[in-house]
């Protein structure tokens, strides 16, 4: 009867198996890595690209910018003034 195998066959094939599952496995792990090294690297140039202000920060903007509005209104006004009195005279 020919049903039973050599011995060394039989524990090189499953030896071959277990090398090639492992060598899916690693290749599995590293495009897991390689992504989350992508994601990473994402994310640290949104931080560093990321232009949002704190609420504080923010209301403390718009106080200047009405300041500087309201500064560059009464400027205005004072030259318009100017330039009627100029041309009066």
Known sequence: MTLQQ?????CNNS???AKDATVEHLKAALI???LCSRLE??????????NGDS????TEKV???????ESL????????????????W
């Open 15 to 17: 030896s071959e198996t």
């Open 32 to 34: 897991e890595i390689q």
């Open 41 to 50: 690297s994402l994310l640290l140039k949104k931080k560093s690209l990321n």
């Open 6 to 10: 050599p011995l060394s066959g039989s």
């Open 63 to 69: 106080e200047k910018l009405k300041v500087l509005s």
């Open 73 to 88: 209104a009464n400027s205005t006004s004072q030259a318009e003034k100017r330039i009627l009195d100029h041309r009066e």
């Open 55 to 58: 609420p504080e920060l923010h």
